[in-house]
């Protein structure tokens, strides 16, 4: 505990008369100042001045006690109540200032008995914990506003010391119990003034203040910042959902509001004046990232003049220096300081058609926001007859779908050529700028001219991209355009008979896409390709032999057995009487359709039945029967393809008509292949036996 300077070099000197009377001024001043007091106390002592110390102490209690302030009183026991108090006239002392504090209250007696002060009086230490249960407990007394998370303000209503517990009145739950233990945790008083406990006591007054004055009175309400949503909620009921919009805009236009952070984060406190406001904002401001600077002039530099050109002039400085190194953001600054209305901008050194001029890719590539960009690229025309080629470059580089749309416009009108050696490369090589391919895959699904130019090559690399990494963050994006009306299903009108077969081979191989997806495309292509209908009548089913022999062991079993034995008992349960109510006569002919349906359909699928012969098979690539040894990144794999008879999915053995399959059969050694979104190399192709 510190003492002044002026106090050690009395102490020094051993000038206590000049202590004693610095003591006896402040105690008509500042009898509060339990830091000054306690603390030249123990200096004293310090010196062997013990005597001297305990007589000050003594007049600063005599004080307190005479103009009734127990509360410093309580806490200049606990502090130095050693030093000037005999210890068996400690705990009596502590006890009476208790009682002057608190003896008001309904609770007091009961709780002084509850938390055991009457017990020990010796043990100083323990009587202090119990003194600090004692005030954590009256905090709570009956008739306190309280809050409790996901409860919401109440009332506490009781507190029954048999149980050791509180009752709370909340608005939706009556009577609810908290432990005097969970109380301090759990509940928090509220005071007076606190919006909430308002809310509660007195909703009008709330209402009938100004925006500003209930922001006001919400933010002083709370020890932290609050954010948008937090006000929001403490103001249901009283700001309604359709005013929320303009009492906001209103109340936080206040120069007492101070705003903090950005987005959602972003929380608002109220500062003791409009000067304290303003510069708070101003060091923020200077803390703050370039960009976010440009952001905070934007949203702050409105409420002052002064203020705005501050800021102004230190971005003028930031752009100044970053005019060579990023030209981006220099550009983004210069449109700040412009936006704000500040007459700064008209003595900048450099302006946006210097940074244009001189290196305009880069000022592209650094400005963060798309209007800002757009508008460049705009200037960029507007200024420079090479604006062509340099639109084709930035179209490499864009990567929002809009600002793409005004550099191709921009191209069409200007420099369709331009724009045709572009749109060449990206249906060559997507991979190499897949924002700007997918870009074109989106915009083919409005634009004809796009969609004739090489439809099924457009389609085919489509489908491919699905799969590959450098398009991950695209794949929803293009999930879609194979759905109605997207791009995929409009390709198909400007295919010929030709091509629509590869169209149909490509659909087929795409993975990525759902069942419902693939048969919707490849029914529209054979609508339109009535040759490409594959035979009606039902496809062959390739099973092994050990498959096969079990089948039709379990037809002979059915037909030999078990449909014999049921028609025994459909007639022994006939003869039982009234078959409406006979259970057995319905449940044998319930049995009955069961197996003569299982029959005919083993029948069916043993009539069209394939064996797969390991014998002489070709290995050359995948195929039914065929069994591939993977290596990838998880360790070795080894998948075989067989009929449904034989599909374990668990043990890697899966049916020639799984969508996996599909995609695996033609592959060949060497290939790369995606299983569960991971990838595999083909490491060799074996008979499954």
Known sequence: MTISRSTQSQLSKGDFDSIEGDWLARIENDPADLDYYVGVARALVGTGEEGRARSLLELLDD??????????????????????LPADKLHPTVSSTLGKLYGDRSTYKALYEAVGLHRAPTDIPKTWEKVERLESLLAFDVGTVVAMEGKGVGRVVEANLGLESFKVDFERIRGLTVGFKA??????????????????EGPASLKALTPPELLRTVLQSYDRPLTAGEIRDILAGLVTESQWTSWWAAARKHSQVVASGSGARQTYRWADSSGDALESVWKAFERAEPRKKIERLRREGARDEGLRDRMAANLAEVGERVADSDPGLAFEIWFAIERSGSKLVDKVDWTPDDLLTDQPQRVFSGIEERLLRERAYTMVRERREDWPVIYRDAMNKESDPRALDLLADGLVEGAPRELDRLLDGLLAQPHRNPAAFVWLAERASVDEVMRTRNALRLLQQILTALSRDEFATYRVRLLALAESGGTVPRLLSHLTEDQAAQAEDAIQRAAPLEPYQREQLVNAIHLRFQALRKDTGPPPLYATIESVEAKRAELQQILSKEIPANRKAIEEARALGDLRENFEYKSARQRHEYLNARAASLNSELQRVRLIEPGGMDTSEVRIGTRLHLKGGAGPRVVTILGPWESKPEEDVISYESDLAKDLIGRKPGDEVNLGGEGWTIERIESFR
């Open 183 to 200: 109380a301090p945790k759990l509940l928090k008083p509220l005071a007076p003034e606190h919006v909430l406990r308002r809310k509660l």
């Open 63 to 84: 004080h307190l006690r005479e103009s009734g302030r127990w509360a410093p009183r309580l806490q200049l026991l606990k502090r130095a109540g050693a030093l000037y």
